[in-house]
């Protein structure tokens, strides 16, 4: 399974931006999907999710400003993000859990990482 992010690159503050996340290589759909995000000289940090039943949920850092959604049949998340913030400055980073053959058990697959770079 193979993850292909796209959609990063410079914005001025309050500036939106669209980033966009295809899987390929398995014929099952994905259950979650979702996006982390890394600054530099920090952590990881989680962003925003879809559930496989649907459920959204984001950081409180980006309510109200990111938009997350999915495309079920394209096994395809996005991430629209509005109003961006020097703060928001990153590599975003795509994942989706895709259920293995064990039952129950879910794989977590990467996408390679989109950098989003906030600034006037």
């Known amino acids: 399974v193979q993850l292909q992010a796209s959609g990063g690159g410079l914005v001025q503050p309050r500036g939106s931006l669209r980033l966009s996340c295809a899987a390929s290589?398995?014929?099952?759909?994905?259950?979650?999907m979702g996006w982390y995000r890394q600054a530099p000289g920090k952590m990881r940090a989680w962003v925003a999710q879809?559930?496989?039943?649907?459920?959204?949920r984001y950081a409180d850092s980006v309510k109200g400003r990111f938009t997350i959604s999915r495309e079920n049949a394209k096994n395809t998340v996005n991430l629209q993000m509005n109003s961006l913030e020097p703060e928001d400055t990153a590599v975003y980073f795509c994942?989706?859990?895709?259920?293995?053959?064990?039952?129950?058990?879910?794989?977590?697959?990467w996408g390679q990482g989109t950098l989003v770079t906030v600034s006037s």
């Open positions: 994942y989706a859990d895709i259920p293995s053959k064990q039952p129950g058990v879910l794989t977590r697959y």
């Open positions: 879809v559930a496989g039943g649907g459920i959204i």
């Open positions: 290589g398995s014929s099952i759909s994905a259950d979650g």
